[in-house]
């Protein structure tokens, strides 16, 4: 079956640094794959998406590459700030009828000022 | 746009009883429905897919006479927890289908049961 595994976190970086999240998925056919943003005390929001091997999300400065040769799907950012202090989900969806979405478990990101 | 309300945020109920969790979206039409629940520290577990107007899809090992699901409307759907026991205290969060790409989801409902 579809499974996303996700760098374990937490994720403690200072303001202005290099984020990298890395996301690998196993799935049958080829999915579409996106990232979730959690902020506190919130719920899910979609940061960006990619439905195509090579294809580029992007989204408030944070970028992620459909690597089909590699499953791939890291989450970066050049310059975190404080803002962004959130848990961050990679999905997957192998589409069909019903839009199913498969999740990492999350990595917790702090950043301080 | 694409708003999706939970109610409660949070319940507190007693073990035995049953507590209903209503899913909401306030802008626009949502012909699929998902519940997830989201432990501590984990990732979500989609429990059920609910589609208007037709029974829900429930996923391996999720107990559909304990989760009862009822979607009667492109805007409504609810997630009743029967007889409750403390071990469904957990994060239970809706999200709403648009397109094949992609969900809305609810601020999600904390359940603990006592």
């Known amino acids: 079956g579809d499974s996303v595994t996700q760098m374990e976190g937490p994720v403690t970086l200072s303001e202005e640094a290099f984020l990298t999240i890395n996301c690998t998925y196993t799935a049958t056919g080829y999915p579409s794959l996106f990232w979730y943003v959690q902020y506190p005390g919130e719920g899910l929001q979609l940061l960006l998406k990619a439905t195509k091997a090579d294809d580029k999300g992007s989204n408030k400065g944070f970028e992620a590459t459909y690597r089909k040769e590699t499953t791939s799907f890291h989450l970066e950012k050049g310059s975190v700030q404080v803002s962004d202090s959130a848990v961050y989900f990679c999905?997957?969806?192998?589409?069909?009828?019903?839009?199913?979405?498969?999740f990492g478990k999350g990595t917790l990101l702090t950043v301080n000022p | 746009g694409a708003v999706v309300s939970q109610h409660p945020s949070w319940v507190i109920c007693k073990s035995g009883t049953s507590v209903k969790i209503e899913c909401r979206s306030l802008?626009?039409?949502?012909?699929?429905m998902f519940w997830y629940r989201q432990f501590p520290k984990q990732s979500l577990m989609l429990m059920a897919t609910?589609?208007?107007?037709?029974?829900?899809?429930?996923e391996q090992g999720v107990e559909k006479d304990k989760f009862l699901i009822n979607h009667a409307s492109l805007t409504l759907s609810t997630l009743t927890v029967t007889s409750a026991h403390p071990e469904d205290s957990s994060f239970y969060i809706c999200s709403a289908g648009t397109d094949i790409y992609e969900q809305y989801f609810g601020p999600g409902t904390r359940l603990t049961v006592t």
């Open positions: 999905a997957l969806s192998s589409g069909g009828s019903n839009y199913k979405l498969t």
């Open positions: 802008d626009f039409q949502a012909t699929t």
């Open positions: 609910s589609n208007e107007g037709s029974k829900a899809t429930y």
